[in-house]
Structures are given as structure tokens and as C-alpha cells.
């Protein structure tokens, strides 16, 4: 376990409504980064964080947003759900250059 | 930009044989890292393998070693007397070194493992 925690674990919201997926970890990693996992895609990168307030975009970044304004938090924000958005999320961890990534037990979220 | 192929959508074993998952990948670089994952049913990614592109030598952790051809690309995973809690999703990464060092993923390969 690399003291990483997504929450909530399983979400269930309407379409329209923003949403807020949290991954919180308690060993001042440097690099947090958000994937999705959809079937016959593997995961595939939202955003990612390379340290607080810097941010950028990953491959599929459209109709998410992310803020990291303390090291052990990084927040995805869907602005608006859409149907096409529900997926498994998972955060990822990296203390630094060249070492393993620790992923968390993912989020469901699913979007009516 | 990387991109990392699994052209296996499914793969049976029975318990005790050997199997081999295959994957290739594209990239400009020279100098990367790939990595095996394997996702159980909890849904947790876990790391199976890694292989540092500089280095020749293929990596082997217990039952899973590695076939990396360099200039073919290709990095197949070996599991030996396959257990019935190999069973799960198997993805392939790719990681350039230096920068964001994003993971690239394959879509995927499901292994069952038969008693």
C-alpha cells in the first residue's frame, strides 16, 4: 500500500451535474495523475499534476478540469456529467524520476 | 506520440503450462521503460514486470520473465506453471523517461487460467 486513497469508491449522478473525484495520498509524491478505464481501451490519461498549482493535460482531457493546491490532494472535476464519462478512474503516484507508479483502487462512477 | 498494441483480447492457460502474452509497441526513443500490469477482479493494477530499454538483459521477477526485441519493438510476457490467481487483465505500458513520464497502455489481453 503507497498511502493512496480515491474517494468515493462508487458514485452514481445524472447527467448535467458536476463532479468531484478525490485521490489523496500520504507520502509527499511529486507526480498524481488521473487515467480512465474503459473496456477495449485500456487506461488512457486525463491530466496529471508534477507538483502543487502545475497541471497539465493528458490525452483525453476534454470535459474534465483538475486542481492540486496541497501536495496529498489532487481533485477531477467533471463540469457537467455526460454519459459518455462513465468509466473506472484511477489515480496514480510517483515520488520522482524513473520510479514505479502506485495506482489506487480505482472509482467507479456512472453517469444516467 | 507512443503507442503500445496488444493483439490478444483473451488467452487460455491450463493450470501448471506456460503462456505467453504478447505486445508491441511504437516510439522515436531510444530510451524508455515498459512494464507488465496485471488487474485482478478488484479492479487494483498491479505491477507485474518492468524493463529498462538500455538494458539488454531480459527482466524475470519468479514465474513472469520478459522477451524484449528492442529493434522489433516487441515485448512479450512469460508466465510459467500458471496458477489459478494469475487469472486477470494483463496490460502492457510504455514510459518514456524524463518529462511527464506518462504510463501508455495497451488495450489489454484477459487470461484465464483453466484447473
Known amino acids: 500500500d503507497a498511502g493512496i486513497t480515491q474517494s468515493p469508491r462508487h458514485k452514481v449522478t445524472e447527467t448535467g451535474t458536476p463532479v468531484t473525484l478525490r485521490c489523496h495520498q500520504t507520502e509527499n509524491h511529486r507526480y498524481m495523475y488521473w487515467y480512465r478505464q474503459d473496456p477495449g481501451h485500456g487506461l488512457r490519461l486525463i491530466h496529471y499534476?508534477?507538483?502543487?498549482?502545475?497541471?497539465d493535460k493528458g490525452e483525453v482531457s476534454d470535459g474534465y478540469s483538475v486542481s492540486r493546491s496541497k501536495t496529498e490532494d489532487f481533485l477531477l472535476t467533471l463540469e457537467s456529467a455526460t454519459s459518455s464519462q462513465t468509466s473506472v478512474y484511477f489515480c496514480a503516484i510517483r515520488m520522482g524520476q524513473g520510479v514505479e507508479a502506485f495506482f489506487g483502487q480505482g472509482t467507479r462512477l456512472t453517469v444516467v | 506520440a507512443q503507442t503500445v498494441t496488444q493483439s490478444q483480447p483473451e488467452m487460455s492457460v491450463q493450470e501448471a503450462e506456460t503462456v505467453t502474452l504478447s505486445c508491441t509497441y511504437d516510439?522515436?526513443?531510444?530510451?524508455?521503460?515498459l512494464f507488465w500490469y496485471k488487474q485482478p477482479p478488484s479492479r487494483q493494477m498491479i505491477l507485474v514486470i518492468r524493463?529498462?530499454?538500455?538494458?539488454?538483459q531480459n527482466a524475470t521477477e519468479n514465474r513472469f520473465s520478459v522477451n524484449f526485441q528492442k529493434a522489433a519493438k516487441s515485448f512479450s510476457l512469460k508466465i510459467s506453471d500458471s496458477q489459478l490467481g494469475d487469472a486477470a487483465m494483463y496490460f502492457c505500458a510504455y514510459r518514456s523517461r524524463g518529462g511527464s513520464e506518462k504510463l501508455v497502455f495497451g488495450k489489454g489481453t484477459k487470461l484465464t487460467v483453466n484447473p
Open positions: 499534476s508534477y507538483g502543487v498549482k502545475d497541471t
Open positions: 516510439t522515436s526513443e531510444s530510451d524508455y521503460y
Open positions: 524493463q529498462e530499454a538500455y538494458k539488454q
